[in-house]
């Protein structure tokens, strides 16, 4: 377990929290009011028996269930993952908070075992789901409405059918699982522990990779050299990870006889594998017109013969470098929120008055943003890693969109709300640009316009270029790692083959930036989850022009939308748009966006 055992800068040091304001803190007392809560106890109680008795009922019997008795069953496991769902929330959030203390780690461990063990007699339901006949199915279906809203879940768990495994060996399975997960503890809790130092003072990962975004470039390159010291020092235990941790995948993925890696996810994502890879083929076709092209023009306006990778997230020369304050942020959200549509803002208020944002960078804290779901019957909590630039405002308008998205799919219910990842990132872009295009209205100059253009930019090469990017190199990474063991060298090769294609000719690269793989989550926690970036930025591109042509009535049919959560297909959702993402045009519409500002930008030069 790795600790801080000296003060990291503090919120009003140079360079990092400054200023601020009263940054909010998460209230974790919907869920549960301590770790010794009684109610805690009740809950696990509950689980327990709840599970013994599921399994008692119906193991050996779904087949013969007719459409009440299977609709009485689907509910009764719904209500297990509600309380399930919300031991587990609690207990992640709270280890989130400070992933470096060995209480709260050993908390969250023993609740993850202690469920694993109640819940693998369930094993059972998906299992004995997929050998009923379709057709039996589908007159269950037929006779009752109420199980029929289920139909979108039973496709998912049918589609898992030709890979699906004896009933002991899922059941082995499930409970290995908490050792993969063990693995990801390891990563978390060694990159919440690494510590960095620049100019004296010393800083968390969060600290670090914000100084690459400060206007003085001596600053930039000091963090740049410290990240890539760091992570070279501790470049053999992230290697571990990766090689067990993508071993295991390709065991699972060989066993039930998976054709590839990258299966699993579109299967959990119900996209087509040719849209996906549509997605991935015009965005990097686009390289050339996008990233290269704009970080040529970055170079220009830099006035560098060379640009270095600690100058890919730098601040223009003529930038106002001014910190936003927290309160400045919720004003400039919310007010692109409730100006698309006051229902927005009325949902989104909540989580700045109620305790639903964690807002500060403190030691030992996770690294990055997210917006957790938690459950139906609570409601989501945003974690962020605020220090006042303005990308954080644009993360903060990201996961408070994810945020309104994950409460208005409530009413889904538990198993239905969950929205697959390619349109989970809907919301949350749309967010974005809803607050980009409020700031750019409000552009004063031509030089704050070209900030402003310049910024977005950025921020959707860093979407869609560098996401798609990430996930070329997890697909180099798993295909080589069934080859055998990876070294550090190997994974760096890998990782600067796409660093370089995708950025272009404009870099160089430092000696060091090969180890810069190591510190993405998404590698570990959720493989191949980085493309419904890509995708989601694409969509919410062509959603967007959609509004702006004024189509009628354009917020109810999203707010139908987004309270869908995982009941409908992509294709189905997007209709009413008149848009269809397996459309290969689609993709280059989206794309279009970035170009149409990158001429813009270019224009400006003339």
Avoid at 264 to 284: C, G, K, W
Avoid at 551 to 564: N, R, T, V
Wanted: hydrophobic share 45%; glycine share 8%.
């Amino acid at each position: 377990m790795l600790h801080l055992p000296f003060p990291v800068r503090d919120a009003n040091a140079k360079g990092g929290n400054r200023d601020l304001g009263n940054l909010p803190e998460w209230d974790l007392s919907d869920l549960y009011s301590g770790e010794d809560a009684p109610e805690l106890k009740r809950d696990l109680d509950w689980l327990d028996a709840a599970c013994a008795s599921f399994a008692a009922d119906y193991e050996g019997k779904l087949a013969g269930l007719d459409a009440a008795g299977l609709l009485a069953c689907v509910q009764r496991n719904e209500k297990i993952s509600n309380v399930a769902g919300r031991i587990m929330s609690f207990a992640g959030l709270r280890y989130y908070q400070k992933t470096t203390d060995a209480a709260r780690a050993k908390f969250m461990g023993d609740l993850q075992e202690k469920i694993t063990n109640f819940t693998t007699p369930l094993v059972f339901f998906t299992l004995e789901l997929n050998r009923i006949e379709d057709a039996v199915l589908a007159a269950r279906f037929a006779e009752n409405e109420d199980l029929a809203r289920y139909k979108p879940v039973f496709d998912r768990i049918r589609a898992m059918k030709p890979y699906q495994l004896s009933d002991e060996m899922e059941k082995l399975l499930h409970d290995l699982g908490v050792v993969g997960d063990a693995w990801e503890r390891l990563f978390d809790e060694t990159i919440a522990g690494l510590s960095f130092i620049v100019d004296g003072e010393v800083l968390t990962i969060e600290g670090t990779l914000n100084l690459l975004t400060e206007q003085d470039r001596a600053t930039r390159e000091a963090a740049a050299q410290e990240l890539a010291r760091v992570f070279g020092e501790n470049i053999k235990v992230f290697a571990r990870v990766h090689n067990t941790q993508v071993k295991e995948k390709e065991i699972l993925d060989r066993w039930r006889k998976m054709p590839t890696a990258q299966t699993a996810r579109h299967l959990s994502n119900d996209v087509e594998p040719e849209v996906v890879e549509a997605l991935r083929e015009a965005v990097v076709a686009a390289y050339p017109r996008l990233s290269h092209r704009y970080y040529e023009l970055k170079r220009k306006w830099l006035g560098l013969d060379r640009m270095q990778v600690w100058d890919r997230n730098a601040p223009l020369p003529m930038e106002d470098t001014k910190i936003v304050g927290w309160d400045e942020a919720e004003k400039i959200v919310m007010e692109a929120y409730a100006g698309f549509d006051p229902r927005m803002g009325d949902l989104a208020q909540p989580f700045f008055r109620r305790g639903w944002i964690d807002a500060g960078v403190k030691p030992g804290k996770a690294p990055g943003a997210f917006a957790h779901p938690t459950v139906t019957n609570v409601h989501p909590y945003v974690m962020l890693n605020y220090l006042g630039k303005p990308r954080d405002v644009m993360t903060l308008a990201h996961e408070l969109g994810h945020g309104v998205h994950q409460v208005l799919a409530a009413g889904q219910g538990e198993m239905l709300s969950s929205t697959p990842l390619t349109l989970a990132e809907t919301a949350s872009v749309f967010g974005e640009m809803l607050t980009f295009r409020k700031l750019l209205s409000k552009a004063e100059t031509p030089a704050q316009r070209k900030v402003l253009l310049a910024g977005k930019v950025e921020d959707m090469i860093n979407t869609v270029v560098r996401q798609i990017a990430f996930y070329d190199f997890e697909c180099k990474l798993h295909a080589a790692r069934r080859q055998g063991e990876l070294t550090p060298e190997d994974i760096g090769a890998l990782w600067m083959r796409v660093q370089a294609q995708s950025l272009g000719p404009a870099f160089d690269f430092i000696e060091g930036y090969e180890s810069f793989w190591a510190y993405i989550p998404h590698f570990v926690h959720s493989p191949f989850y980085v493309y419904a970036y890509a995708f989601g930025d694409g969509l919410v591109n062509a959603l967007y022009s959609v509004y702006a042509e004024g189509k009628p009535g354009f917020e109810d049919l999203y707010f139908d939308m987004l309270k869908a959560g995982g009941s409908k297909h992509h294709k189905e959702l997007l209709a009413p748009f008149g848009l269809d993402a397996s459309d290969p045009a689609f993709w280059d519409k989206g794309l279009s966006m970035i170009e149409g500002f990158i001429d813009e930008l270019e224009a400006m030069e003339a």
